[in-house]
Every structure is written in structure tokens, then in C-alpha cells.
């Protein structure tokens, strides 16, 4: 019995070394846009007013595969972890660009946090970047073109809730 156990504890540690490998070399892809530049935004003020006061809007914006039901399951399976995050609501946005080959990063808070709240979005920072990577690239004409998006959030009681995106 006690043979066994030992057999399957080195089996469970075995699995998990190499699935935490796994996600570590396939989260060590860099982010890399297919024009030098972006020159394209989703159509946002916020994003107009922080990243994005010079870029053209794309025909068609960039957008989650499966849509927002999909992308709100991802999130639906986060509690935050920091015990501020219980008994507040707030907003939180953070820009990223989809590259034209629908691959997120270059992800940004667009507000600065202070006291217990920065922890806090620091946290959902870190969730975000490791959303998956199913996006669809915006459209300008006829091309897939790198853009500009916006997340937005409004955290309560240490959920993720009401997650939307600019379509």
C-alpha cells in the first residue's frame, strides 16, 4: 500500500513538473506586431485619449473567438486572490494590440491604481496576460492589420465581472 502511494504521489509530481513546464515555455513566446508600427485602433475613447490620439479605426475590430460568452468564462473562473479585492467594486480597463495573426500582448492598465487597489490590478494584469490567445485580427479593407483593443472590467467582491471588449 504504502509502495502504491509513494508510486502515484511521484506520478502526480511527475505530471505536474512537466504540464508547469509546458505552460512556462509556451507562455515564453514574445509578443512581436506584424507592421513595425500599429497604426490601427478599435474605435474607443479611451483608447484615443491614452495609446491610440494619432491611429486611424479599422473597418472591422478585433474580436475573441467564440465572442464574449467565451471570453467570459475565462475570467468567470478567477477569484482574486488579494482579501482587499472583497467588499469593493470598481472599473478597471487595460489596453493590449492583436497582431494580425490574432496573438494578444503589449497589455496595459489605463488607469493608475493607488493604495489597496494597485495590488489589486497588478493581480488582474497578470490574469489577463494569460488569457488565451484566440482573437481574430481587426480588418482595414481587405487586410488583417495589428490594432489596438480595450478589456474592461468592473471587479466586485473579488470577481471579475461585466467583462466587455470594443467591437
Known sequence: ?????????GLC??????LAQKVTNEKAKPFATCDKSIKFTADDKWLKEKVALN????????????????LKKYFAQYRLTDPKSRGVIFTIRISFAV?????????QPLMEYKNKLRPISVEILKIVKNMPQNWKP???G??????????EFIVSNG????????Q
Not at 1 to 9: A, E, Q, R
Not at 55 to 70: C, H, K, M, N, R
Not at 142 to 151: F, M, N, P
Open 142 to 151: 481587405t487586410k488583417e492589420v495589428d490594432s489596438y483593443q480595450i478589456l
Open 138 to 140: 481587426a480588418i482595414k
Open 55 to 70: 491611429l486611424s479605426t479599422v473597418d472591422t475590430a478585433a474580436t475573441f473567438t467564440g465572442g464574449i460568452d467565451e
Open 1 to 9: 500500500m504504502k509502495t502504491k502511494l509513494l508510486s502515484l504521489f
Open 99 to 107: 497582431n494580425c495573426k490574432g496573438e494578444a500582448g503589449d497589455f
Open 13 to 18: 509530481l511527475f505530471s505536474c513538473i512537466t
Open 159 to 166: 470577481y471579475l465581472d461585466k467583462v466587455s471588449y470594443r
